[in-house]
């Protein structure tokens, strides 16, 4: 899937390299940020990533290693290594059916993920808007031609 282009090209402008620059700088500090609340709240970010990606799957979707790795932009092998973690902490627990692997979070894990979200969700609200802001400018800062 790729994205349309435009057949009027611009050149880029120090303007678009500080919008970019920005936004760039503002996801990485709502990464950071998140990694400390998780931390915090008793897991390593890989791991809070993998909760929350199981527990935020999408509806249709089956919580199995493949689609984990996927959401996770991981490999197989890599994803299977995290769920290995998780699942020696409690956050995790593994069932078959026939070839699929499907992984679900256990009540530790549960309590663990629901800590740390109401922290993120919290952290959220107040810096935000600081990342839609850079993220505004970033797409206004564009000439429709």
Known sequence: MGLKQKTTRRVATDSDYRALSEFRYQIRRFLYLGDQIARAAGMEPKQYQLLLAIRGIPEG?????GALAERLRLRHHSAVELINRAEKKGFVERSRDGARVFVR???????????????????????GPVLVKALQRLINNREDA
Do not use: F, Y
């Open 61 to 65: 979707a089956d919580p199995t290693v």
């Open 105 to 127: 979070l256990t009540r530790k894990g549960e309590r663990i993920l629901a800590k740390a979200v109401k922290q993120r969700l919290q952290e959220l609200r107040v810096d």
